[in-house]
């Protein structure tokens, strides 16, 4: 019923070069290679898969197995661990083989995914803090500048309302409804008024320069 043993690599070593990727479970890449050896089940040889779904099937069972083990060191101390989990899958259903064994080839350590993926996120929120702090840096420096704008606005206001109040005083005296003492004590008031500003403005700026 089975015939022809055959060795095939994992991954097909006459199309790429690489190999296996996967990620242990402490963020350790390993690189692996593998071979599998097949027979012929004559049963399933029309209408069966072909040798590329073994390999597809093996590669990812690898990958799932080494991805599910805690550290990469177990794998390296008991690589065929992985490839009997790979076996108990039965993966060569419904394909023209039959899986008589599978072993690991050559296996590399690879980069730590696990600590370039945190250092990656590190970046990343420093990247976002630096977004957010600008971001206060520029909505501040508007509230400064609305505070200026708000400021002129009021000064503009109190300059005209200043010029209109000589009319206002003239238009009194015409009316009758301003006598002179009433203007001198406006005057007082008005003089009064300067000196309190001119006394204040000193102490403003040394509040505001320490």
Avoid: W
């Avoid at 690879?110 to 600008?134: F, P, S, T, Y």
């Amino acid at each position: 019923t089975s015939v022809y043993p055959k060795v095939i690599d994992c991954p097909d070593s006459r199309k790429t070069n690489s190999t296996l990727d996967a990620v242990a479970g402490d963020g350790i890449q390993l690189n692996v290679r593998a071979r599998v050896t097949v027979r012929t089940n004559l049963k399933q040889l029309v209408g069966g898969a072909t040798e590329e779904t073994v390999i597809a099937r093996v590669g990812q069972g690898i990958v799932q197995a080494i991805g599910s083990t805690d550290s990469y060191k177990k794998v390296l101390e008991n690589p065929d661990k992985i490839t009997q989990i790979v076996l108990n899958e039965g993966l060569e259903k419904q394909t023209a083989y039959t899986i008589v064994s599978i072993d690991i080839a050559d296996i590399d350590v690879g980069e730590n995914i696990g600590a370039r993926l945190q250092a990656d996120h590190a970046e990343a929120e420093m990247r976002v803090a630096q977004a957010k702090a600008e971001q206060r840096r520029a909505e501040q420096k508007a509230r400064e500048q609305e505070m200026v704008a708000l400021t002129q606005e009021n000064r503009a206001k109190v300059v005209l309302a200043e010029a209109k109040v000589p009319e206002a005083i003239a238009s009194a005296f015409r009316s009758k409804k301003m006598g002179l003492m009433d203007y001198y004590e406006l005057k007082n008031v008005q003089a009064d008024t300067k000196m309190r500003d001119a006394i204040a403005t000193p102490e403003r700026e040394m509040t505001s320069s320490s």
